[in-house]
Nanobody
Framework: QVHLAESGGGLVQAGGSLRLSCAAS????????MAWFRQAPGKQRELVAG???????RYADSVKGRFTISRVNAENTIYLQMNSLEPGDTAVYYC???????????????WGQGTQVTVSS
């Protein structure tokens, strides 16, 4: 069994900062790409940022220059540093990981339960 544990959400004023973290645990052989997605009320879930095991990153255009994703491979953990937050960033943020559960097997996608980020104007 595997588990993605997210933390760090909350309420912040516009212009403020928050740091999210997500740790993958359980019977895992290796972890490929890990990413943050978000879903605002009435909207589709969208990619915020992703990072590979080698450290290659990708970002949604809406967060470039404000958010930074980072990773500690030894801990199967990723972080999302969110600066200059805007009301439009309000959403439930989900951690997603491509997990290799056994040697030689293809990765499987797993999701965390989500953490609420609310930015007040």
């Amino acid at each position: 069994q595997v588990h993605l544990a997210e933390s760090g959400g909350g309420l912040v004023q516009a212009g403020g900062s928050l740091r999210l973290s997500c740790a993958a645990s359980g019977s895992i052989f290796s972890v490929d790409e890990m990413a943050w997605f978000r879903q605002a009320p009435g909207k589709q879930r969208e990619l915020v940022a992703g990072i590979t095991k080698s450290g290659r990153t990708r970002y949604a255009d809406s967060v470039k220059g404000r958010f930074t994703i980072s990773r500690v491979n030894a801990e199967n953990t990723i972080y999302l540093q969110m600066n200059s937050l805007e009301p439009g960033d309000t959403a439930v943020y989900y951690c997603q990981a491509d997990l290799v559960l056994n040697r030689g097997k293809s990765p499987v996608s797993r999701w965390g339960q989500g953490t609420q980020v609310t930015v007040s104007s």
